[in-house]
């Protein structure tokens, strides 16, 4: 308890000295859904690991802007009882939003933006109307990109420039809406 008080004391006297630009990585868990419109009666929905990269600024306490670069997986799963594979990845850009609260070394935040996602949906072709134990009719690939919106929420713990942080994210693709909730670190560089 003393280390993080002695560690965490001094930084909370410099934390309104931690605006400008920063740089960071997440990884955490992505939902991919993806709708097979005519090619499947159900949906594609499974879980699977991802990642990304950004980087933001801070212009005053409780406003900022990040980019970033997320690429949320290739999950492979079931479709209309048929191996199936879905993936999407892309841009975004936000304006995030700092709640201001008493505690210095601690940020909880909204972002708002739009995302450019390439999304891809690969699997086999069935019989109209087959929902259980179908037979394959062949294979299809569904490959598109999309500008929509995206939404966040987050929470962060600055220490000094570095700065630990778990998020929630929501993106618009053009085959359905996947999320990701992630943890990572920024750095601020100045």
């Not at 990884?27 to 929905?45: E, H, K, M, N």
């Not at 600024?57 to 997320?70: F, H, P, T, W």
Request: aromatic share 6%; hydrophobic share 45%; with cysteine.
């Amino acid at each position: 308890m003393a280390v993080m008080v002695a560690v965490v004391a001094p930084q909370a006297g410099r934390a309104g000295d931690l605006l400008g630009l920063y740089i960071g990585a997440a990884v955490g868990q992505a939902q991919v859904r993806a709708d097979a419109g005519g090619f499947s009666t159900q949906d594609f929905r499974d879980n699977h690991s991802a990642f990304k990269v950004l980087v933001g600024g801070r212009a005053i306490s409780v406003l900022g802007a990040e980019l970033e670069y997320v690429d949320l997986g290739k999950p492979g799963g079931v479709l209309s009882s048929l191996p199936a594979q879905a993936s999407a990845k892309g841009t975004a850009a936000f304006g995030v939003l700092y709640l201001p609260i008493p505690l210095p070394v601690l940020d909880i935040y909204g972002k708002l933006g739009v995302a450019h996602l390439q999304s891809r949906l690969r699997g086999n072709l069935v019989a109209p109307g087959c929902t259980v134990a179908c037979t394959s009719l062949g294979s299809f690939n569904l490959d598109t990109s999309k500008t929509s919106a995206a939404a966040g929420v987050g929470v962060q713990l600055s220490l000094g420039p570095l700065a630990v942080r778990g998020e929630y994210e929501r993106f618009g693709t053009a085959l359905a809406s996947p999320d990701l909730v992630s943890v990572g670190v920024t750095w601020s560089l100045f």
